[in-house]
């Protein structure tokens, strides 16, 4: 088992607005989960997952539940996910996943922030295909044998078990699978008592783009000004 790539994350803005960001996100995926399965967690595998995520991230309780509330409410806001493809500068490929209730005006943001930072958006298709997309499940190092568990887990569609760390340096391992095969990986951790931190799907570049620190600044100017969009629920790239 070796150390889990990831690519440069961007998370410029400062560390209360993240954390707003991720908690509107977060309350996102809530919502869309409660009217996709129903309120109840126990039933509703992606809402239990949302919840979890929302720990992972210090969610207050509070918030969460109030989420579960809005999103039974008859006036409850609809949001269609919608992922938009397209290039930084210097050729390094982007999707941006997310979550609205009026893509006209989410298109209406997104194509000037790459158009005006180098950048251009690019029709469905058009990038996508330099990506898989992968379950992708963070947990915490626990009271197990971890090559043991990565053995188990083969039968539930790993296809790769790793190491990285959360924003605190902190050791956590990384476990991937096929994306059909999210629901059977999220099922056989819950059975196995595995403390998950989140759990979602990934989009993992084919091939990576490396820039110097000039160049690189620029492509992650332009993925930070994605980020902080109401609409934009998370961004992959492929540059390292």
Known sequence: MGRIFEVRKAAKFARWDKMAKQFSRIGKEIVIAVKDGGPDPDSNPALRRAIQNGRGVNMPKDLIERAIKRAMGKDATNYDEVLYEGYAPHGVAVLVETATDNTTRTVGNVRPIFTKNGGNLGNSGSV????????????????????????????????????????????????????????????????????????????????????????????????????QDEDVQRVFHNLV
């Open 128 to 227: 996508a295909f330099q990506f898989t997309q992968v379950g992708s499940f963070k947990i915490k190092p626990g009271d197990f044998d971890e090559e043991e568990l990565e053995l188990e887990l083969i039968d539930y569609g790993l296809t790769e078990m790793g190491e990285s760390e959360n924003e605190e340096g902190e050791r956590i391992l990384v476990i991937r699978c096929e994306f059909q095969e999210f629901g059977n990986m999220q099922h056989a951790l819950e059975e196995k008592g595995v403390e998950t931190i989140t759990a979602e799907t990934d989009w993992i570049p084919q091939s990576t783009v490396s820039l110097d620190d000039e160049k690189a600044e620029e492509v992650l100017s332009l993925i930070d000004k994605l980020e």
